[in-house]
């Protein structure tokens, strides 16, 4: 089956501590993306990726890190800097450029304890 | 700055209505243009891309329109089902790295 896949589904952070969710996708995508989910405000990016080892920021990247180590993979980690990380996350690939369609996974629900 | 908007929030219909969802950009300069699905708690699915250069794309009962000059695009779904309540979304790539500008969303319930 190809597609993009997020684990955890459901992952809970306290007060301090860093978390990273995981992204991964056998769709041979150049391109990844991570988006953040609220209530009432839309989908807005928070980093993406176009080529391995390349990755620039969004529009809301304070408090957030990622990497690029492998064409499949681009985990998000969300530091202790991010004051207000509850949301649900969202990653996403496509091909570079992003001329096609964009395909996403079926998301992380982070909340703060 | 491109701005993408979703007009209603929110509808109802019963079941077996044809209706219409709206999503309007401010920036005419798109190469395409995307539809999307969202359940609740969940991720979202594709359902039509529509290239600058299409009027039209369909798949099954869906339609979705491009007019680029007035900056506007609509979704038609034909035969309304319980099954089509969902958010449905519209996105505008920005600039040529893929990145999507999103609109709010329609939310959609469709009553038995």
């Known amino acids: 089956d190809g597609g993009i896949t997020q684990s955890p589904k459901y992952l809970f952070r306290k007060e301090g501590q860093n978390v990273t969710l995981s992204c991964e996708q056998n769709?041979?995508?150049?391109?990844m993306y991570w988006y953040r989910q609220d209530p009432g405000q839309g989908l807005r990016l928070i980093y993406y990726?176009?080529?391995?080892?390349?990755?620039q920021k969004g529009d809301i990247a304070e408090g957030y890190s990622v990497s690029r180590e492998k064409k499949e993979s681009f985990p998000l980690t969300v530091t202790s800097a991010q004051k207000n990380p509850t949301a649900f996350y969202l990653c996403?690939?496509?091909?570079?450029?992003?001329?096609?369609?964009?395909?996403f996974g079926p998301g992380t629900r982070l909340t703060v304890l | 700055k491109q701005e993408v908007t979703q007009i209603p929030a929110a509808l109802s219909v019963p079941e077996g209505e044809n209706l219409v969802l709206n999503c309007s950009f401010t920036?005419?300069?798109?190469?395409?243009l995307q539809w999307f699905r969202q359940d609740p708690g969940k991720g979202l699915t594709s359902l039509l891309l529509?290239?600058?250069?299409?009027r039209e794309q369909t798949s099954g009962r869906l339609n979705a329109s491009l007019d680029k000059s007035s900056g506007r695009s609509t979704l038609y779904i034909a035969a309304s089902q319980p099954g089509d309540s969902a958010t449905y979304l519209c996105?505008?790539?920005?600039?040529?790295?893929?990145?999507?500008?999103f609109g709010q969303g329609t939310t959609l319930q469709v009553k038995p």
């Open positions: 996105a505008v790539p920005s600039g040529n790295t893929g990145k999507l500008i």
């Open positions: 769709l041979n995508h150049d391109a």
């Open positions: 996403a690939s496509g091909l570079a450029g992003g001329w096609d369609t964009q395909y």
């Open positions: 990726s176009q080529i391995v080892n390349d990755f």
């Open positions: 529509i290239q600058s250069s299409q």
């Open positions: 920036d005419s300069a798109i190469y395409n």
